[in-house]
């Protein structure tokens, strides 16, 4: 296992900073400021699950949501359309485990986002 440094990586909706990587898998720690959410996406070359720590909000996977309170978890199959939302008084934590052959932040398609950052996707059918 490598930890790495936890830099973190600034967003529109929060940040995220990166705990521990290795062959196959990389941990994060997001934080989704309160009233703000990340982008209804998904990735074609990993999964993801996600382990809410804090806060409060909904999480959402292919059309389902949970409730996201500490202790809530949703796990995010390879292709499955996601998003996470942060309740209005208050930010949402998650720990965010990812499994798979690419970890990069290029594998999202985004099908919708607050920030205008949707892009064409050549994956779209």
């Known amino acids: 296992m490598t930890a790495s440094s936890t830099e973190r990586v600034h967003r529109p909706w929060g940040w995220f900073e990166t705990l521990a990587t290795g062959p196959g898998y990389l941990v994060k720690r997001l934080l989704i400021t309160a009233n703000q959410r990340i982008s209804l996406q998904r990735h074609l070359h990993r999964s993801e699950h ?37 309740a209005a008084a208050s930010d949402l934590e998650i720990i965010e485990v990812q499994l798979g052959t690419q970890l990069q932040e290029d594998d999202i398609e985004r099908f919708s986002d607050d920030y205008g950052r949707v892009v064409k996707s050549h994956f779209n059918l």
């Open 50 to 86: 996600w382990v809410v720590v804090a806060g409060s909000g909904m999480m959402e996977c292919n059309g389902d949501g949970t409730a996201a309170v500490p202790g809530a978890t949703l796990f995010v199959p390879c292709g499955g359309v996601h998003r996470a939302t942060a």
